[in-house]
């Protein structure tokens, strides 16, 4: 059986303009709609700036969890980003996320 997921956020979020170097963190809502417990078996990220936080533990039937996703653009350059992050799991396909903004000195 293939374990299913509905979002409870989008999978794609706008960090905006800003202009001060932060670290920015978006959690990805999701809840299990399969039969089956969900697992994240890894992710990967499109660069070094960007690094996640996941359930490392099945999310049972019913059960909400987050992948939180965090950007740390210190040390590269200004200008406007956009980021993919591939979730692989025990589901049918790979989950695209994406993040994007736009860093104005």
């Known amino acids: 059986m293939v374990s299913h997921i509905e979002w409870l956020t ?3 979020h706008d960090f905006g303009t800003y202009s001060e170097r932060d670290t920015l963190k978006h959690d ?15 992710i990967k990220t499109s660069c070094g700036c960007t690094t ?3 359930p ?8 909400c969890d987050t992948i939180r996703v965090i950007y ?3 040390g590269f350059r200004p200008g406007k980003y956009s980021k993919t992050i591939k979730v692989f799991t025990n589901s049918d396909s ?3 996320l994406k993040i994007k903004g736009e860093f104005i000195p």
């Open 28 to 42: 990805f809502i999701f809840r299990n709609v399969g039969k089956v417990p969900f697992f994240i078996g890894r």
């Open 10 to 12: 989008d999978t794609s």
């Open 94 to 96: 790979v989950i695209s």
């Open 56 to 63: 490392n533990h099945p999310v049972l039937q019913g059960e």
């Open 72 to 74: 740390d653009g210190n």
């Open 52 to 54: 996640t936080e996941y």
